[in-house]
C-alpha cells in the first residue's frame, strides 16, 4: 500500500480501490454515499487485503 494510494483513499476512497474489482468500488461508493468516514475505512481495508 503506498502513500499515494492512502491519500487517495482519504480524499476520494473509490478511486483508490479502482483496480480492485467491480465489487470493491460498489461496496466503497455505497458506504462512501452513507457516510464520509465508512468508505475511507472500507477502502483502506480492501487496500491493505493481501492476496493468498
Avoid: E, H, Q, Y
Avoid at 6 to 26: E, H, N, R, W, Y
Amino acid at each position: 500500500m503506498s502513500l499515494f494510494r492512502v491519500l487517495l483513499s482519504i480524499i476520494f476512497p473509490p478511486l483508490a480501490v479502482l483496480d480492485k474489482g467491480c465489487g470493491s468500488v460498489v461496496i466503497v461508493a455505497i458506504l462512501t454515499a452513507i457516510g464520509w468516514v465508512p468508505g475511507v475505512i472500507a477502502a483502506l481495508v480492501i487496500l491493505n487485503r493481501t492476496k493468498a
